[in-house]
């Protein structure tokens, strides 16, 4: 089912109506002030909000919870020499749009909105960091994986950064853009042993929060898979 936007612009500005990715009328507004839809956008809505939410749920419109999953969390990890090494591991959002459960979203490539009603079930950077430590555990290059908050002495520390997580509905097919920066530090010695920005990009397709939850499924899987390969060889090398 298609859902409407509800925008929440990112920077001041003056509001406007414009097109949702879905087709849908988009009410955008800035953080300080509320713009109405113009009669015309609200009328030529109508007929497309009839259609697609016409699931036997009435006029109500169903607000739904997106699980983001790792697909590739079974697949085979690419062999290599174990580290004797407890690795621990931290999440965290940039502060501000994307530490929250709301899906986002650009209609023009630079300003950030929110769905009205597409939602994670919990916050996108809380769920990276379980999938991350499921994904390292199963590759078994370190002697443990455990998060930081777990109590447990480690010797090296693996630090994520949620830096975007959002549809690009600017582009034709829209496209979901993930962001994650990494730092591993030898947590003992507090030296800095490697820093790396991971950008993927999936085709959303239809461009609603369900193709949204898809996609970015797949860019983790994706993301997960160099996320390994970095952490192990950059622990390793400090190792030899």
């Known amino acids: 089912m298609a859902h409407t936007l509800h925008s929440q612009e990112s920077t001041k500005g003056r509001s406007r109506d414009e097109s949702t990715p879905s087709g849908g009328a988009l009410r955008r507004r800035d953080f300080l002030r509320r713009a109405p839809l113009s009669g015309l ?75 009205q009603f597409g939602y994670w079930s919990e916050r996108p950077a809380q769920a990276l960091q379980v999938l991350a430590e499921a994904r390292l555990a199963r590759a078994q290059r370190f002697r443990e994986v455990v998060l ?5 002495r480690g010797d090296l520390l693996l630090t994520l950064r949620l830096d975007e997580l959002y549809l690009d509905a600017s582009v034709n097919p829209s496209q979901v853009r993930l962001v994650v920066s990494a730092e ?9 042993l490697g820093r790396r920005v991971f950008r993927q990009a999936a085709e959303a397709i239809p461009a609603d929060a369900g193709g949204v939850a898809q996609a970015a499924d797949m860019a983790v899987a994706v993301l997960l898979g160099e ?14």
């Open 41 to 115: 956008a609200v009328l030529g809505a109508l007929p497309l909000a009839g259609a697609i939410t016409g699931c036997g749920l009435g006029a109500a419109q169903r607000t739904d919870f997106h699980v983001l999953r790792d697909p590739g969390a079974d697949a085979a990890a690419a062999p290599g020499p174990r580290i004797d090494q407890v690795l621990m591991l931290a999440a965290v959002a940039m502060p501000g749009l994307y530490d929250s459960d709301r899906m986002v979203f650009s209609a023009d490539g630079r300003s950030r909105s929110y769905f």
């Open 148 to 152: 930081s908050t777990s109590g447990v």
């Open 184 to 192: 591993l530090l030898d947590w003992r010695s507090r030296k800095l």
């Open 227 to 240: 996320l390994v390969d970095f952490a192990a060889t950059r622990a390793a090398a400090a190792a030899a």
